[in-house]
């Protein structure tokens, strides 16, 4: 079972994007239950968490991307959203999604996001 991640792209410094996950049928049944959240990895670092809401809609950030990041989920279209506003350069990864309910998690396959200064 694999999440479905789009709208990586390359833009400038101080523009936006937003990332869109959609949980595949296979998960739709459970979606509400799901904790979703967004990471991402940088070459040569660690995978690190970005924003995650959980199934009570509760969200929490990173300290870089709060205050510029915004994370949503939509019930109805079983989509976790990450708008990203006023981009870093810091900000270029791979980002990917990510769906939780007790022992069983789920990623989806990455989408690239690459900002130039």
């Known amino acids: 079972v694999q999440l479905q991640a789009s709208g990586g792209g390359l833009v400038q410094a101080g523009r936006s994007l937003r990332l869109s996950c959609e949980a595949p049928?296979?998960?739709?049944?459970?979606?509400?239950?799901?904790?979703m959240a967004w990471y991402r990895q940088a070459p040569g670092k660690q995978r690190e968490l970005v924003a995650a809401?959980?199934?009570?809609?509760?969200?929490t950030y990173a300290d870089s991307v709060r205050g510029r990041f915004t994370i949503s989920r939509d019930s109805s279209q079983k989509t976790v959203r990450l708008q990203m506003n006023d981009l870093k350069p810091d900000d270029t990864a791979v980002y990917y999604c990510?769906?939780?309910?007790?022992?069983?998690?789920?990623w989806g396959q990455g989408t690239q996001v690459t900002v130039s200064s």
């Open positions: 990510n769906a939780q309910r007790g022992l069983t998690t789920y």
């Open positions: 049928r296979t998960i739709t049944s459970v979606f509400n239950g799901l904790d």
């Open positions: 809401v959980t199934a009570s809609r509760t969200t």
